[in-house]
């Protein structure tokens, strides 16, 4: 696959010593986006990776090139070559580049979230007396699926899709019991930021979704999951997202299984009471 084969390319260029960290984020957006990599201007590469333009061309000089051209023009080419090998047998469309997309995003969350970070979010969530769950515009959508199926099991959560006043109200009784789930990814809006910074203030957890290592929230956080986002044409991709969602909700649930069927049962006889639900 197109990623896996990128990734190869890029480990036969690895110095054999660690990266630093800001050289290691510059890594993992041409590891994890090499679409938006390999037409990116170094100047990009470094506003998404949260560095300066001379941390992007140091990265390219440690993997053996002479700076941020040179390296793109290789990446580039693996890139292609990878696309052009993988769809010799299948219909070329926006649909299909889509799903062929989402696999690869599928296949890279696979290997790369790491089972540690996994527990330690979902600790995190299940030792909380209340958890709010933070995301803003189309990263909405995961922490809605997020909050709804997890208050259908019994377990306290509450979405914020909204700044101001809800958001204020929302923050607002947060404590050192409580946790946050900020869902972030590029570009990364600045409330969830600011909203990340007062629920430190008042001591709750912070857990947070997001596709870079080192994105805004992903500095400010206990517990972090980073997962690839990159789709087609302008599209991010909300697909490994959550798979990782619905991994950390099966988790919460294993936990209190007899709390979560009888919440459920509640909460379906109350679909029926409620008739809201269309059975045809």
Known sequence: MSEQQVAEWLAASSPAGRLSPKLLSVYQVLQMQPAFASYASAGEVAERAGVNVATVTRCAQSLGFTGWPHLQAGLR??????????????????????????????????????????TGFVDAIAAARRTVVLGFGTHAAVGHVLATLGANRGIDMVMVDQGGVRLANALASLTADDCLVAISFWQYYRDTTTAIELAREAGASICVLTDSASSPAAKLS?????????????????????????????????????????????AAELLSRLNLLDRG
Do not use: K, W
């Open 77 to 118: 080419d693996a890139f292609l070559s990878s696309r052009l090998a993988d769809r010799t047998d299948v219909a070329d469309s926006p649909v299909h580049s889509a799903l062929d997309r989402d696999i690869h995003n599928l296949q890279l969350a696979a290997q790369q979230v790491d089972p540690e970070q996994v």
């Open 222 to 266: 206990d517990h972090t999951l980073v997962v690839p986002t990159e789709g087609v044409s302008f599209f991010p991709s909300m697909t490994a997202a959550l798979s990782v969602v619905y991994g950390v909700l099966s988790d919460l649930v294993a936990r209190h299984p007899e709390r979560s069927e009888n919440v459920g049962h509640r």
